[in-house]
């Protein structure tokens, strides 16, 4: 498990047999129990709707109601973690709407097994103890205070482990982490903003693959303040200086844009005949 931090942030780096390596950060514990307690709140409405229900039939005693409310709320509540992240591919409703998902450490596709054991565990971590608490009137003062360090104790494992990992988790070998909605980005490439600006061969075959790839984190964010002004400014003149290109008779920005395109086309049709340029120390033919 190769684990990073960086600004407070955790990040789990995995390689599925595919080979490409994939990036997911961690939930944060406040996100797993936000989502835990909507998926409480989603279950808990389900189990008194339908004692509602049967409340409003008459068929059954208040006793028996009692008794069916404790039991009520086990047949709902496993089947719907379980079955929920078995089509959701590891989300319930509270990991849906917060973006969580669990995912398998071994970078593989979550299996039935693992969802099942991570949730049934979550039964003897939390929710049995709670419900013996609550609904038993008769257990000793000491058994309780046994309980009560139990819960403690499984409350505490998340934060004693760097992937914030519970005890279903641990021995599931799952992990929660977030699951953002993806936004593509524009493609910069798609419109020309200096038609006539035309850059030679000798050019763009100066730069490679990497120099691109910063350019165009530049170009995403268009710059306001004046420190990012300058950087431009900055950037432009390297630029022309090295591939001998003056004076720039357009605006930076539309300079900088229509050199990104020539460039990406340049090398786009570089990489169809194996000529990967990886960066501006490639050599030239």
Partial sequence: MNLTKTAGVKTLHQTPPEGV??????????????????????????????????????VLSWEALFALLVLTFFLIRVPYYILSELVWNGRTLGKRILRLRVISLDGRRLTPHQIVARNLMKEAEVFLPIETLLYSTEVATAFDGLILLWMLGV?????LNK????????????????????RLMPDLSVTRTAPELVFTQAQLDIYGRHE????????????????????????????CRRIDFA????????????????????????????DLRTDKNHKKP
């Fill in 247 to 274: 004076p720039v008779p357009v605006e930076q920005w539309d300079f900088l844009l229509e050199f990104y395109r020539q460039q990406r086309a340049y090398l786009e049709s570089r990489n169809l005949f194996g």
């Fill in 163 to 182: 992937p914030a990992q519970r005890l279903g988790d641990m021995l599931a070998g799952t992990v929660v982490v977030e699951n953002p909605r993806l």
């Fill in 212 to 239: 691109l790839q910063v350019l165009e984190q530049i170009l995403r964010n268009r710059p306001k303040a004046k420190a990012e002004l300058k950087n431009l400014d900055d950037v432009t003149c390297a630029i």
């Fill in 21 to 58: 390596p994939i990036p997911f950060r961690i939930a944060s514990r406040g996100a797993r129990f936000g989502a835990q307690v909507l998926d409480i709140l989603i279950t808990w409405t389900a189990a008194f709707l339908m004692l509602w229900a049967l409340l409003w039939l008459d």
């Fill in 155 to 159: 409350l505490a494992v998340p934060f």
